[in-house]
């Protein structure tokens, strides 16, 4: 893509108009299959053929890359259950709040028995509780959509590790 735009900026400065330069690349369809032709060859990889001597390494090594790689899956599961944590704190804080102040605003009208002040109590309680849930509601739909992107970086990081060595998962 850079060459073509390198292309049509120097045929700008030679002097011909936008049209001019990009008729002079070509048809787009050709073009585009170009880049598609190129961008495939760049990505393909000759997969590696593994030695027998690197076989049977990998096998009686395997107690000691075995554990290091279960730890570093481990690590990676905490780090998502990290990331995760506030979110599903606030959910849980939302809906609890929410069923527990519809409840107790229900239950407020049988209070009456026990005197005026206590239903009037335990109403401004629900209602403050219910108030308490919908903004736990609302910041958990916030956190979600953050925690999403930065669970797409992190997911993108450990990705790009190992594509960068030749790996594909």
């Not at 369809?29 to 593994?50: G, V």
């Not at 849980?92 to 009456?112: D, E, K, Q, Y």
């Not at 999403?148 to 594909?168: D, Q």
Request: aromatic share 12%.
């Amino acid at each position: 893509m850079l060459y073509y735009d390198e292309l049509i900026e120097d045929y700008l400065e030679d002097g011909a108009s936008e049209a001019e330069a990009v008729s002079k690349l070509g048809k787009p369809s050709r073009i585009a299959s170009k880049i598609l032709e190129e961008a495939f060859e760049e990505r393909s990889f000759q997969k590696k053929k593994l030695s027998p001597w690197m076989v049977v390494l990998l096998i009686i090594g395997f107690p000691l890359w075995g554990s290091i790689l279960l730890t570093a899956i481990l690590l990676i599961l905490s780090a998502y259950i990290i990331i995760w944590c506030l979110p599903f704190t606030t959910g849980m804080f939302a809906v609890l709040g929410l069923g527990a102040s519809i409840f107790s605003i229900c239950a407020s009208f049988f209070a009456i028995q026990d005197g005026v002040y206590i239903a009037v109590t335990q109403m401004g309680i629900s209602i403050f509780v219910l108030g308490l849930a919908l903004l736990s509601g609302l910041a958990t739909l916030n956190l979600a959509n953050h925690f999403i992107k930065a669970s797409k970086r992190f997911s993108g990081k450990i990705f790009g590790l190992f594509e960068g060595r030749g790996l594909s998962l």
